[in-house]
């Protein structure tokens, strides 16, 4: 026989009562428009916000792996210049608002009208107007990739220590390089650390895209308020965006999920615990659980 | 095959050898004996220049480890070039240090393909081959973490083996393990020493010594105390030192 928990009976039953007249004053509350909540989720206008979000995040999130990698180990590198290039640029980053840097994104052809690319102190190749080459959509990327970059290298540079000098030293033993033991051996043992705080990120960065309206992206927020800004239906605009915005967080937690299980092979003995099992599961008593593990 | 002439480390202020003359000739095994601290793993970690050694001369096969001498003056050779003769060169650690995100098959494969350059199939072929040596050819496919201590260090011994190395160092193999599993990796380097490898081999395991090493070095507190056939150090020991160390480990 299990244990008996009638503690827990209760406090279930106080959670239940709380949550019920919650919902009950939110369904009933004629102010929430629910019928127009419904009219909107498929809007062509939000669908069209919903897909941007999804973009921007994607390569926001794509710039900021990318770099948080090159930033962390250049930070663990021997050369004294390339670590405090890094650590410089981490501290930047890091320690100014993201809104701050979209603006100022925004604004880079206020500062550099041409942009040249070629050699430096050199000649150079292609040229541009700095207006027509940072766009919204280059600012937005811009903003949160080079922002995020700094975020991930601090991540990535966490899942690196985590790998024992062991691993090196018996790498390096082989005969294998600087480089190659890095990509090898230490970075997808990193992965394990680096992963989950990555999946955190990349649903931060899904609601973080919403800042970039202010330079006129038209990401899912930016639509809503769009539409608010004509209608003045403001609260159930703002619940369609929210609903959007919880149905692509779920959809990131759901991916992060199994990318994190591909990345544990070689790290747990027993038979994995799928999602399925872990629900169906929860009625387990302790000792069980502990047991199957 | 390799030969120490007054090799010096030191780790801050603290002196971890002062001054180890010791030479090992081609096909021979040499066994370090000593107390903990005594310096062995050092001395055996400054061989493939895990440690870089603060003074003296340390060759391997005649060619001066980690360093390249000019004009009376030593200098560090280039990463890529130490990391080739590191190639050379096979270890077995105290905890195996196997890679745990892949199989001892890819274990195994790894280096001969990314440094060497050995074909994926090839590469396959001769790993299966020397997981066989060592007596696992049911565990290719596992990952280190369904392997025994035992399993481990056999793998660890066979992806040393794949770089076909000229010299291998051991250092403290079998310390880890459980005492039941001590005599499978044994038998192992017993099997490699037969077959003429030359080998290093920092152990605890006095019986082993005797058996296999050509050469017994006892080592305390940064020196050679006493070096010498097995018989000889292991039996009818000169020095105060060794024979207290004996005593308490037999």
């Known amino acids: ?293 | 095959m390799v030969k120490a002439e007054g090799v010096h480390k030191r780790f801050g202020r603290l002196e971890v050898l002062r001054g180890i003359d010791l030479e090992v000739g081609r096909g021979e095994v040499m066994c370090l004996l000593g107390p903990s601290g005594s310096g062995k793993s050092t001395f055996l970690r400054c061989i493939n220049h895990l440690e870089r050694i603060n003074s003296g001369r340390l060759w391997v096969d005649g060619e001066l480890v980690g360093y390249r001498e000019a004009g009376g003056k030593l200098h560090e050779l280039h990463e890529n070039e130490i990391a080739r003769k590191r190639a050379e060169i096979g270890m077995v650690f105290q905890s195996f240090n196997l890679f745990p995100h892949m199989t001892a098959l890819e274990n195994v494969t790894l280096a001969p393909i990314k440094v060497l350059g050995v074909g994926r199939d090839e590469a396959r072929r001769r790993a299966r081959e020397l997981l066989a040596r060592v007596g696992l050819s049911d565990k290719v496919d596992s990952y280190p973490v369904a392997l025994s201590g035992g399993q481990q260090q056999r793998v660890a011994i066979a992806r040393a083996l794949a770089m076909r190395p000229k010299l291998m160092l051991f250092d403290e193999p079998t310390s880890a393990l459980d005492p039941e599993l001590v005599g499978e990796v044994l038998d192992v380097m017993r099997g490699l020493a037969h077959d003429g490898m030359t080998m290093i081999v920092v152990t605890h395991e006095i019986g082993f010594a005797r058996e296999v090493a050509d050469t017994v070095v006892f080592m305390d507190a940064g020196v050679v105390v006493e070096a010498g056939a097995p018989a000889q150090v292991l039996g009818r020991p000169r020095n105060e030192r060794t024979r207290a160390f004996l005593e308490k480990v037999l």
Request: proline content about 4%; hydrophobic content about 50%; cysteine-free.
């Open chain 1, 1 to 293: 026989m299990p244990v008996r928990r009638p503690g827990r009976w209760v406090a279930a039953a106080i959670v239940l009562v709380i949550a019920a007249s919650i919902v009950r004053s939110i369904v009933a509350n004629p102010h929430f428009q629910w019928g127009v909540v419904g009219h909107y989720m498929l809007d062509s206008r939000i669908l069209h916000g919903v897909v941007a979000t999804i973009y921007l995040t994607f390569l926001a999130m794509a710039i900021g792996i990318v770099l948080g990698v090159v930033l962390a180990v250049m930070r663990m590198s021997p050369n004294p210049i390339l670590s405090s290039a890094s650590w410089l640029y981490i501290y930047f980053f890091r320690g100014t608002p993201v809104l701050v840097q979209i603006i100022f994104w925004y604004n880079i052809a206020a500062l550099f009208p041409r942009i040249n690319l070629g050699i430096p102190f050199g000649p150079s190749f292609v040229h541009a107007n700095g207006n027509s080459l940072i766009t919204v959509f280059v600012a937005a990327m811009l903003a949160l990739g080079l922002n995020e970059g700094a975020y991930m290298a601090e991540i990535v540079r966490a899942g690196i220590i985590s790998v024992g000098e062991g691993q090196t030293e018996a790498a390096a033993s082989l005969g294998m390089r600087r480089l190659a033991i890095m990509r090898h051996i230490v970075l997808p043992q990193a992965m394990r650390v680096i992963l989950p705080p990555t999946g955190n990120e990349t649903i931060s960065m899904l609601k973080t895209t919403s800042l970039v309206y202010t330079i006129g992206f038209a990401e899912l927020f930016y639509e809503a308020s769009q539409i608010y800004g004509a209608t003045y239906q403001t609260i159930p605009l703002l619940i369609v965006a929210s609903i959007w915005y919880l149905i692509l967080t779920s959809i990131a937690y759901v991916g992060q999920h199994f990318i994190e299980r591909r990345y544990g092979r070689g790290f747990t003995r027993a038979q994995r615990v799928t999602m399925r099992e872990r629900w169906l599961g929860i009625g387990r008593g302790d000792g069980e659980r502990a047991a199957a593990r």
